[in-house]
């Protein structure tokens, strides 16, 4: 189930709030838990199994920590613990990848290729890993207390807001609430305008976006025009549908009384890669640091070793997002060798105008993008070539009919949106200094929420983004 | 968040509107959850066959099936579709994807102006089961006509004010009918005929041709049968005292497509006004010899002699009642709506009306949008059964 969907809105969630307000408050978390896992299962029930014991795995690991008297024996638990959580991301995630690349290889040498059939990605599960990590080192660090109710344990790793795409909920965030929430008219208030404004990105801009970045993406020979089009358009659409999931993730955590952190801050004005990364999808850069690059020795072992734990973690945080295709290693490993140009150049003392690293930076995060999105390798050195003109200047057929009257209008809306933070009158305090501030910031979710659900219900509900990785 | 923080001295009215985006919130929710239930109410019982087995519930088919069948059947779903219409082309002027807009009011079917991976190979694919067609009738004694309509962005690309018509469709209906030619398949290329037709030969609001262009169509393909002596000319000619036209308003089916129809006339495009034409039906074939001579046993002289086959072109603007009025006979018409390039011919070659009365010419009609289209799994089909059979 996606939140964007007539089932979400229409049934499960009504439903759902039902049951959870007319719950005692001690048992809320047993309603919660229950609802999130008929969301999960509404996917693929069989699944729900895995989740379940990783979910098991952690809490009981957790618990075996939290007794242990030998600082050894912690470690070892919390060692396995992650081991084994990695192993059903592997298996699950990029067995296949591994599998094809090798009967590619046995294909081209005459050898033997190996009988596979594709082993299925259970949905929500990479995150579902990191969340399970996470809380283990960290009770290992003694940096959370253990949880010893599984229920509450549960309903925090299964919670329906985030379990699917994000964002990352470390425990410690939402431990207290865990363990006592009170519903407060006001937060749920704030929670449903938040829910609106990421329902509103999702369905309004991101998804109106998709077929014609599914066009540009698709040509075997774009030209200059048609791939920077197509880029352009994939680099609003990731942002608008995965910022968007996120606001909904967060606003329904707000409605339940949980405080997420926030994921995203307009990372399109980034005055650097660095700065890209404190700014998109800052829950998982914010786990790669402290549980990988961290982990790795940081920046504490000289200059190059600094350089190769940057370009390890993230290339490694590039190979989390996907098992379809090496595409996502190689976009980490793009993301982790502008981090560490951006390292040197800072470390010499060399500064450039705003103006120029902000363009800067968004020219390799779209490159970066353009191999994130494309099918394969080959793909993506079509879509690159089409954007250094190799294969001509002029927009291309295909593309021109593409780019219908409506395209046009919420391209401009999702740019506006983008670039009007940076704006003077933004900065001088937006709509606040004409005096309507008010009315209009609770006026304007609602409009484009129920324009949204209009459109939802008026054609098909498109997934995620961020629920193949 | 802190803007519904509850502030005691600027108070209730800031509060309401804090909670403005909740009560919506809840009021969308309950309604949405009534109208779910009420639309599950119109699934069918057979669409439920199965749901509760276990290998499907476990599998998550169930569950895609429930929201497949809750968004199919949801109620508001086509108020809401048309809605969203109504918003999109009041503010950008859009259409959807189907429907592309040219000068005012000229609306193009987007169909038209796509380009499809390998083009020349489906092209030739189609000229191949044209061919392959043409010899096994050739073997019953019946002769096959294609007769390739033009698009409408090509015949009144004066209307398109910038809609972009790729350069690469400039020669695809010439290079289409060469090969045909080069085969001795009779063709008839309208473009020519369409193209010196003055006047709008195309309506603005349909993809189809007007009755403009149809009459000057069928009487261009009237003359090719009649000159090919396929068809026997007329004793008497056409008589134009049996053509009555009035002027009528009209909305093409590009409103339909494009969802525009059904919006308010104050938002939607003018119905266009058109020429509609009665024709009084031509009678039996004249051959010369009376119908009650002792050949024509079953009296089946009198049945028409050119069967259509073809596509919605046929079926609209009076094609057909054209083409009889200037052939001096009547045209049996199986031509489908919606039948793609193969599937009228599948269907009246396939039947019985063929098997027991073969006409003596079968006329195809063939619009130029679907020469290089990817071929369907039945035009595969048929090519293959083709092969097979030589």
């Not at chain 2, 063709?187 to 037709?197: G, K, Q, Y």
Request: glycine content about 8%.
């Amino acid at each position: 189930m996606v939140f964007a969907s007539l089932e979400f809105l229409t049934l499960f969630l009504p439903i759902f709030f039902a049951f959870y307000l007319i719950t005692p408050q001690r048992f809320r978390n047993h309603t919660l838990l229950v609802g999130s896992w008929l969301f999960y299962a509404w996917w693929t029930p069989k699944f729900l199994l895995l989740i379940i014991a990783l979910t098991v795995l952690a809490w009981g690991a957790a618990i075996l920590i939290d007794k242990a008297q030998n600082e050894r024996v912690k470690t070892r638990i919390m060692a396995t613990t992650i081991v084994l959580n990695l192993a059903s991301l592997v298996w699950y995630k990029y067995t296949n990848m591994v599998v094809q690349s090798l009967n590619t290889f046995f294909t081209g040498h005459d050898l033997p290729t190996i009988p596979w059939v594709n082993v299925m990605l259970p949905i929500g599960l990479s995150f579902t890993v990191l969340h399970a990590i996470s809380y283990v080192v960290d009770v290992r660090r003694k940096t959370v207390p253990a949880q010893y109710s599984i229920i509450s344990f549960s309903a925090y790793m299964a919670m329906f807001g985030h379990l699917i795409a994000g964002p990352i909920v470390r425990y410690k965030v939402i431990d207290k609430e865990l363990r006592e929430r009170v519903f407060s008219s006001e937060e749920f208030a704030a929670g449903v305008r938040r829910f609106m404004v990421g329902f509103s990105m999702k369905v309004l801009i991101a998804d109106t976006l998709s077929p014609f970045v599914s066009i540009a993406f698709g040509l075997h020979q774009p030209s200059f025009m048609d791939a920077w089009a197509g880029c352009a358009a994939y680099t609003l659409q990731l942002y608008f549908d995965f910022a968007g999931y996120s606001a909904m993730a967060i606003g329904l955590g707000l409605m339940l009384g949980f405080r997420f952190q926030e994921n995203f801050n307009n990372p399109y004005l980034a005055v650097s890669i660095q700065d890209f990364w404190r700014r998109w999808h800052m829950t998982l850069s914010s786990w790669l640091r402290d549980y990988l690059y961290i982990a790795l020795g940081g920046n504490r072992g000289g200059a190059i070793r600094t350089y190769v734990n940057l370009m390890l973690t993230m290339a490694i945080g590039g190979l989390w997002h996907g098992g379809d295709n090496w595409n996502f290693l190689i976009w980490g490993i793009i993301q982790g060798s502008a981090l560490c140009c951006d390292r040197a150049f800072t470390m010499r003392g060399y500064s450039m105008p705003n103006a120029a690293s902000r363009t800067l930076t968004l020219l390799v995060v779209m490159l970066a993008w353009t191999v994130f999105r494309s099918s394969s390798f080959d793909a993506a050195l079509g879509m690159l070539a089409g954007q250094i003109g190799a294969n001509g200047f002029a927009m291309g057929d295909a593309v021109r009919l593409a780019l219908r009257p409506s395209l046009l209008l919420i391209f401009a809306i999702g740019l506006l949106c983008v670039i009007y933070p940076a704006s003077s009158f933004a900065k001088r305090g937006g709509l606040a200094t004409v005096g309507w501030s008010g009315v209009w910031r609770a006026v304007w979710p609602i409009l484009t929420f129920v324009y949204g659900v209009i459109v939802l219900a008026g054609q098909k509900a498109i997934p995620f983004l961020y629920f193949q990785f | 968040m802190s803007e519904f923080t509850p502030n005691t001295s600027k108070t209730s009215r800031a509060n309401i509107i804090g909670f403005l985006p909740a009560i919506a919130f809840v009021i969308v929710l309950v309604a949405g959850f009534g109208v779910t239930i009420a639309s599950l109410r119109d699934v069918p019982e057979t669409a439920w066959t199965g749901i509760t087995e276990p290998q499907q519930l476990f599998g998550g088919e169930s569950t895609r099936r429930f929201s497949a069948q809750l968004n199919e059947h949801f109620l508001l779903s086509k108020p809401f579709s048309q809605i969203e219409r109504a918003v999109t082309w009041t503010i950008a002027g859009d259409t959807g994807t189907a429907v592309s807009t040219g000068c005012k009011d000229w609306f193009f079917l987007s169909d038209e102006l796509e380009t499809f991976p390998d083009p020349n190979n489906s092209a030739i694919a189609r000229a191949n089961i044209v061919k392959a067609l043409a010899k096994n009738l050739a073997g019953r004694g019946i002769q096959l006509v294609i007769a390739v309509v033009p698009d409408k962005s090509r015949i009144e690309q004066a209307h398109l004010c910038g809609l972009h018509r790729p350069a690469s469709f400039a020669g695809r209906i010439d290079n289409w009918v060469a090969l045909l030619k080069q085969s001795k398949i009779n063709t008839i290329n309208l473009e020519p005929v369409l193209a010196a037709t003055p006047g709008e030969r195309y309506y603005r609001t349909d993809s189809h041709w007007n009755e403009n262009g149809a009459n000057a169509a069928a009487a261009a393909i009237a003359s090719y049968l009649q000159a090919e002596k396929m068809q026997a000319m007329p004793t008497v000619a056409p008589d134009k005292a049996a053509l009555h036209s009035t002027t009528i308003a009209r909305d093409g089916d590009l409103l339909r497509v494009s969802n525009l129809q059904g919006l308010p006339a104050i938002l939607r495009p003018k119905p266009e006004q058109t020429q509609l034409t009665t024709i009084v039906a031509s009678a039996a074939p004249d051959s010369g010899a009376s119908s009650n001579t002792s050949d024509d046993l079953f009296g089946d002289t009198g049945l028409p002699t050119v069967a259509l086959i073809g596509t919605s072109f046929s079926r609209n603007a009076n094609f057909v009642p054209f083409l009889g009025h200037y052939l001096g006979a009547p045209v049996a018409s199986f031509a489908k709506e919606g039948g793609n390039f193969e599937g009228s011919a599948l269907a009246y070659l396939g039947g019985k009306t063929f098997q027991q009365s073969p006409p003596k010419v079968v006329l195809w009609e063939v619009p130029e949008r679907m020469l290089q289209k990817p071929l369907s799994a039945a035009e595969t089909q048929w090519l293959n059964y083709q092969k097979q059979m030589k």
